[in-house]
């Protein structure tokens, strides 16, 4: 089992840059693959980013568009998500998860397939 803490957000001019931090507890961190996702009121959670065990292999949203990178550092049994160019529209709580298995399967998008959330953190972009 493995719980996840995310800091970070906060609020932030358009244009601006934030860097969302995901602390793990417990020593199987580099076990699990890992995921931020992004909700906002009355919406589904959607898919943002994700990064194999290792950190050699990331997933990208279409949204991204080389303005977020995800990283991990698994002797800190944390994963970042570097945000850049920052918009309204990216206005939302973000979660880190973990993924169900050892290695990404095609579901990876599909919040269903993370077993562990974090609380959340909020991230207000104004315009």
């Known amino acids: 089992q493995v719980q996840l803490v995310e800091s970070g957000g906060g609020l932030v001019q358009a244009g601006g840059s934030l860097r969302l931090s995901c602390a793990a507890s417990?020593?199987?961190?580099?076990?699990?693959?890992m995921a931020w996702f992004r909700q906002t009121p009355g919406n589904e959670r959607e898919f943002v980013s994700a990064i194999s065990r290792s950190g050699g292999i990331t997933y990208d949203s279409h949204f991204m568009k080389g303005r977020f990178t995800i990283s991990r550092d698994n002797a800190k049994n944390t994963v970042y998500l570097q945000m850049n160019s920052l918009k309204p529209e990216d206005t939302a709580v973000y979660y880190c998860?973990?993924?169900?298995?050892?290695?990404?399967?095609?579901?990876?998008?599909?919040?269903?397939?993370?077993?562990?959330w974090g609380q959340g953190t909020q991230v207000t972009v104004s315009s």
């Open positions: 417990g020593r199987t961190f580099s076990s699990y693959p």
């Open positions: 998860a973990a993924y169900t298995q050892s290695s990404f399967g095609s579901n990876y998008r599909e919040k269903n397939a993370y077993d562990y």
